[in-house]
């Protein structure tokens, strides 16, 4: 299978680490009291979204390569769910 075949799977996991990545250091951050940990119980959930936060605007950088192979490995899969649908179309009408 060539490397193409798993672009898809590829990006996702590289958005993942990189989430995960933010995460660690978000976290970390605020155990050593750098940023505030939130209000009350809202620890987590503040780590949580200030994480996707920093991580949304790095993975647009940052895997800019793997999203265009990844587009490329899906754009023929959507032609031909829109070349059946048109299809379909057709056959209803007729």
């Not at 590829?10 to 750098?34: N, S």
């Not at 939130?38 to 605007?57: E, F, K, Q, T, Y």
């Not at 800019?64 to 379909?88: W, Y």
């Amino acid at each position: 299978m060539s490397s193409k075949q798993h672009a898809t799977l590829r990006y996702t996991a590289m958005r993942f680490g990189i989430f995960a990545g933010c995460f660690l250091v978000v976290w970390g951050l605020t155990r050593l009291q750098v940023l505030p940990s939130g209000i009350g119980d809202s620890h987590i959930i503040w780590v949580l979204l200030l994480a996707l936060v920093l991580s949304a605007p790095l993975s647009f950088v940052l895997l800019r390569k793997q999203r265009d192979r990844m587009s490329e490995e899906v754009a023929p899969r959507v032609e031909r769910v829109k070349e059946r649908l048109t299809a379909n179309q057709a056959q209803e009408d007729a």
